[in-house]
């Protein structure tokens, strides 16, 4: 649906796709509008309990520290040690 000319949000924006099929958006957001989303996303993770029992911030770490450990763990596979 096309917004008619001078109304709504113009903002310089990016659209990409995954491989996996995934569709997203890349957008540079007004402070207030930022402010508003970011007081939004705080009270969802105080209200929202995680999952097992873990805090938003334990699950998000432990996300990175899985990424980050798969990716050495495949690196270290990559590399070929010739034994004599």
């Not at 990409?16 to 402070?31: D, E, H, M, R, Y």
């Not at 805090?55 to 980050?68: G, R, T």
């Amino acid at each position: 649906m096309k917004q008619p000319e001078g109304e709504g949000l113009h903002l310089p924006t990016l659209i990409f796709g995954t491989v996996n099929g995934a569709i997203g958006v890349v957008a540079s957001l007004p402070q207030p509008l930022y402010t508003s989303l970011l007081k939004i996303q705080e009270n969802l993770t105080r209200v929202i309990k995680g999952i097992g029992g873990f805090s938003h911030e334990q699950c998000v770490s432990c996300l990175i520290f899985l990424l980050l450990s798969t990716k050495l763990l495949l690196l270290s596979l990559s590399f070929q040690v010739e034994i004599f």
